[in-house]
């Protein structure tokens, strides 16, 4: 199954933008549905975005209001997050999540329906 890094993760001013990419080696990677989640310091873990292996089909948690955006380059087997319009809040570690899937056009929200996991990366917001 695929190995998942992330990276473009650091320090933004409010307002500011950042792109985070997850890059995954050793599989199918087309066949995989993805998702970001991300944990905010004495905070449980929560999902960001998903996104299903066609990329036909997303999902967004409601807090985000349409600042990310969730894409995927399968020729080039790394998925990405646009976050536009950080706020402090969105302070966090973010993981990527991936899960071999038969439907193209599924994505999964829930942790546990994810296998593997990515090593996360440090995204700090300040005001």
């Known amino acids: 199954q695929v190995q998942l890094v992330e990276s473009g993760g650091g320090l933004v001013q409010a307002g500011g933008s950042l792109r985070l990419s997850c890059a995954a080696s050793g599989g199918t990677f087309s066949r995989y549905a993805m998702g970001w989640f991300r944990q905010a310091p004495g905070k449980e873990r929560e999902s960001v975005a998903a996104i299903s292996w066609s990329g036909g089909s997303t999902y967004y948690a409601s807090y985000l209001k349409g600042r990310f955006t969730i894409s995927r380059d399968n020729a080039k087997n790394t998925m990405y997050l646009q976050m536009n319009s950080l706020k402090p809040e969105d302070t966090a570690v973010y993981y990527c999540?991936?899960?071999?899937?038969?439907?193209?056009?599924?994505?999964?929200?829930?942790?546990?329906?994810?296998?593997?996991w990515g090593q996360g990366t440090q995204v700090t917001v300040s005001s």
């Open positions: 999540a991936a899960r071999r899937t038969l439907n193209s056009n599924y994505y999964l929200t829930a942790q546990y329906e994810y296998d593997v």
